[in-house]
């Protein structure tokens, strides 16, 4: 039937203007900005860097590999990496970035950055209130405006930040049981080293013993 979406349209909110005067359910309208509607945990708005522990720079996940930079479809994330390393969660030395800046005017929210990060270094915030006067400037936010605590990532995205924590303490007790493993088998390989030099030492040492006294002429022999 023609226009029978309008119609039913019509009807829903005739029953929720209706409704509202009786039951709190039916009062669809919130009062914005004093009332807030609480945000779905999927809602995403622009990327931001997650750091570890208290300091933004020493503990930034992100390495400069740059892998957001050419894969972002607008083109709006600028990367550039540093000449020195700096060790990471695991305490592996790393790179990571001098500069590292989204201008959120281009961003087109796609999460394309965040699911090509191969170190869990860049999120999707929630924070949709950026309106600015400033065009150019105040839409160009450097590394330290987007660094935000793992705190904080867990506060917005609980459920997925507690699988991505869940996955970095897997591959760093991997690589601390690899770390192990290697140095016990050079401790291993170093007592078997030492081992082995004692023996043919202490070989040595008989040998040379038994041939000093068979050359020793005997108090017999000289009468």
Request: aromatic share 6%.
């Amino acid at each position: 039937m023609l226009g029978e979406g309008i119609i039913k349209g019509l009807l829903e909110t005739a029953r929720n203007f209706a409704g509202s005067y009786v039951s709190k359910e039916r009062l669809t309208t919130v009062q914005y900005p004093e009332e807030r509607e609480p945000l779905p945990e999927a809602s995403r708005v622009f990327p931001f860097l997650v750091y570890d522990g208290s300091d933004w720079l020493a503990g930034m996940r992100c390495v400069a590999c740059q892998i957001c930079e050419k894969e972002c479809p607008p083109k709006c994330i600028y990367i550039e990496k540093s000449a020195d390393k700096k060790p990471d969660a695991v305490g592996k030395p790393q790179a990571y970035p001098t500069r590292f800046d989204i201008d959120i005017s281009v961003c087109m929210s796609c999460q394309i950055c965040v699911e090509v990060c191969p170190f869990e270094a860049i999120k999707m915030d929630n924070k949709f209130e950026l309106a600015t006067d400033d065009r150019f400037g105040g839409l160009l936010l450097d590394r330290k405006k987007l660094a935000k605590p793992n705190e904080y990532y867990h506060q917005i995205h609980p459920t997925e930040a507690a699988e991505v924590d869940a996955r970095l303490a897997a591959e760093r007790a991997a690589v601390e049981a690899k770390a192990k493993a290697a140095a016990e088998a050079t401790a291993a390989k170093a007592a078997a080293a030492k081992a082995a030099a004692e023996k043919v030492a202490s070989e040595k040492t008989a040998t040379e013993k038994a041939s000093s006294e068979k050359n020793t002429p005997s108090a017999g022999g000289g009468a």
